[in-house]
């Protein structure tokens, strides 16, 4: 009945540890990047666009998708086109703070319900050196990432503090996200083994 609109790893293993069932249906559609739109705009541009293309391929199907975006001094920061962009971005991130919204939209065309949401959590970086970027980039894909980083595995090495939602971070506010669902009738899974 729940249908992922993301090919994101790490939404899938999010709405798995919470305990739902679902589909992966990540329809081709290229994420926006206009520099007219606030961070909550664009990102809530982004998820409304990736679900209702998902939606119209399945109509009956409850549909998540979500889109996450980092910003700092005002300028938004989307996934690296190349090595060079993803040391620019951790060089900018280094021993400051920065803003991550991930917005949710979710939908149900059959029954013509919608819900969406964005949630903003604060990131601290820990002071890098273009060794700890380099060290850093050799064992993580920057590529698929806004601002060239994940919180969490080897996140913890660059990042000092989160102030907010981790969960957020990572690319699915699922605190929010759980009571979103419920109100299509999607919950988790909680039985006991």
Same mark, same amino acid.
């Given at each position: 009945?729940?249908?992922?609109?993301?090919?994101?790893?790490?939404?899938?293993?999010?709405?798995?540890?919470?305990?739902?069932?679902?589909?992966?249906?990540?329809?081709?559609?290229?994420?926006?990047?206009?520099?007219?739109?606030?961070?909550? =705009?664009?990102?809530?541009?982004?998820?409304?666009?990736?679900?209702?293309?998902?939606?119209?391929?399945?109509?009956?199907?409850?549909?998540?998708?979500?889109?996450?975006?980092?910003?700092?001094?005002?300028?938004?920061?989307?996934?690296?086109?190349?090595?060079?962009?993803?040391?620019?971005?951790? =060089?900018?991130?280094?021993?400051?703070?920065?803003?991550?919204?991930?917005?949710?939209?979710?939908?149900?065309?059959?029954?013509?319900?919608?819900?969406?949401?964005?949630?903003?959590?604060?990131?601290?970086?820990?002071?890098?050196?273009?060794?700890?970027?380099?060290?850093?980039?050799?064992?993580?894909?920057?590529?698929?990432?806004?601002?060239?980083?994940?919180?969490?595995?080897?996140?913890?090495?660059?990042?000092?503090?989160?102030?907010?939602?981790?969960?957020?971070?990572?690319?699915?506010?699922?605190?929010?996200?759980?009571?979103?669902?419920?109100?299509?009738?999607? =919950?988790?899974?909680?039985?006991?083994?």
């Amino acid at each position: 009945m729940l249908l992922l609109a993301s090919k994101s790893p790490r939404r899938r293993e999010l709405l798995l540890e919470a305990g739902f069932k679902f589909e992966i249906f990540a329809p081709q559609v290229a994420e926006r990047l206009d520099v007219d739109l606030t961070l909550r =705009e664009l990102t809530a541009l982004n998820a409304v666009r990736k679900a209702m293309a998902a939606a119209r391929a399945r109509p009956k199907m409850v549909v998540l998708a979500a889109d996450t975006l980092v910003a700092i001094d005002n300028k938004i920061l989307g996934k690296p086109n190349d090595a060079g962009e993803a040391v620019t971005m951790l =060089e900018r991130l280094s021993g400051r703070v920065h803003d991550v919204c991930t917005s949710v939209f979710i939908c149900h065309l059959a029954n013509a319900r919608v819900v969406s949401f964005s949630e903003i959590s604060r990131v601290r970086f820990r002071r890098l050196t273009r060794a700890a970027i380099d060290h850093y980039l050799s064992r993580v894909d920057p590529f698929d990432k806004a601002g060239a980083y994940a919180a969490q595995g080897f996140g913890r090495e660059i990042i000092e503090k989160i102030d907010g939602s981790y969960t957020n971070v990572v690319g699915l506010p699922i605190e929010k996200t759980i009571p979103a669902l419920a109100e299509f009738g999607v =919950e988790p899974n909680t039985a006991s083994p």
